[in-house]
């Protein structure tokens, strides 16, 4: 399995995010200020700089490609 992104939202706390990404494979963890839940909705382009990175890495190491 692969990795996911884990994001704080006021319902997980940080040691838990640390946590699951200490456990996943390729697991990272990031903040996107002054967003709640819905992180892609309240705060689109800090969350798309924030998840890009992620899933192009995602791409280049296991091999995923745009099909």
Do not use: K, Y
């Amino acid at each position: 399995m692969t990795g996911l992104p884990v994001a704080l939202d006021g319902e997980l706390g940080r040691a838990e995010a640390q946590e699951m990404v200490r456990v996943l494979p390729h697991g990272q963890c990031g903040e996107v200020p002054d967003a709640g839940h819905l992180v892609h909705c309240d705060r689109p382009d800090a969350w798309r700089a924030a998840i890009e990175p992620f899933l192009e890495d995602l791409v280049r190491d296991v091999g995923l490609s745009n099909r």
